[in-house]
């Protein structure tokens, strides 16, 4: 049975390497009979990815489009390449942060420790241009989104709005992302309140294994929304804007 998941997870990745195999090569690549060939076929259309087959000359075997989104059989090579990628696009590109960081906890999961290495000092020599984002570390956008995934609680130091530091051991239930900041929405049982957390403001971020039940929690946008719009600033402006209103509210966060 091992092998023959072997062989029918190495036929899909060759699916991926190009868009259409003959019979013969495949059955070179893989070692088997034309008869196989077909049984491994048929195993991979009932796991729901639709195998194409079309006779005759300039006919073939082709992964067709639709049904399940095909694991990804990468090379190590790759698999830093994307890594580096995702961390690139979870701290600079707000539209792809969220869904970026949940790749990168997947990746995280299952990658060899002898690839961390290589991840992190490309990381680490890849810069990017200041923008409008804060800088955050992909590595607590990581530790945050395992204990997320895990139910387990996270602790950090945190640097408030007035300076003073301390440490917090909260549940951490979500990771929003604004246009500029990442923030955490979390239940503080110190103060048995739910509590929004600047990601540029923590240190020493750390997943306990202590798990928790998880609450039901307030919708998580919303909650950071408020937060950020009502929260205390040091200075207090007003503005004359001489444009229209709905020009500036396309423009402006609320």
């Given at each position: 049975m091992a092998e023959t998941t072997e062989r029918v997870l190495r036929l899909l990745g060759l699916f991926e390497t190009r868009s259409v195999w003959t019979g013969p090569?495949?059955?070179?690549?893989?070692?088997?009979?034309?008869?196989?060939?077909?049984?491994?076929?048929?195993?991979?259309?009932?796991?729901?990815?639709?195998?194409e087959a079309t006779p005759g000359v300039g006919g073939g075997y082709r992964l067709g489009s639709g049904g399940r989104m095909p694991p990804l059989l990468l090379e190590e090579d790759e698999v830093v390449a994307v890594t580096v990628a995702l961390r690139v696009g979870a701290q600079g590109i707000s539209?792809?942060?969220?869904?970026?960081?949940r790749a990168?906890?997947?990746?995280?999961?299952?990658?060899?420790?002898r690839l961390r290495g290589e991840v992190?000092?490309?990381?680490?020599?890849?810069?990017?241009?200041?923008?409008?984002?804060?800088?955050?570390?992909?590595?607590v956008l990581v530790v945050l989104a395992h204990a997320i995934r895990d139910h387990v609680r996270a602790?950090?130091?945190?640097?408030?709005?007035t300076g003073d530091?301390?440490?917090?051991?909260?549940?951490?239930?979500?990771?929003?992302?604004?246009?500029?900041?990442?923030?955490?929405?979390?239940?503080?049982?110190?103060?048995?309140?739910?509590?929004?957390?600047?990601?540029?403001?923590?240190?020493?971020?750390?997943?306990?294994?202590?798990?928790?039940?998880?609450?039901?929690?307030p919708d998580a946008v919303e909650h950071v929304r408020r937060a950020v719009t009502r929260a205390g600033y040091a200075h207090t402006v007003?503005?004359?804007?001489?444009?229209?209103?709905?020009a500036v509210r396309r423009r402006v966060p609320p």
């Open positions: 090569e495949l059955v070179e690549l893989l070692g088997v009979t034309t008869r196989t060939l077909r049984r491994d076929v048929e195993r991979l259309r009932e796991l729901g990815y639709p195998v539209a792809i942060g969220e869904p970026a960081v990168l906890t997947k990746l995280d999961q299952v990658m060899p420790p992190a000092a490309l990381a680490d020599a890849t810069a990017l241009l200041p923008g409008a984002t804060d800088d955050v570390d992909t590595g602790r950090f130091g945190y640097t408030g709005r530091v301390t440490e917090r051991d909260v549940e951490p239930y979500r990771l929003v992302a604004t246009g500029r900041r990442w923030y955490l929405l979390a239940w503080d049982g110190r103060r048995e309140d739910w509590r929004t957390f600047r990601l540029d403001r923590m240190a020493g971020v750390r997943a306990s294994t202590f798990r928790f039940t998880p609450r039901p929690a007003r503005v004359r804007l001489t444009a229209d209103v709905e």
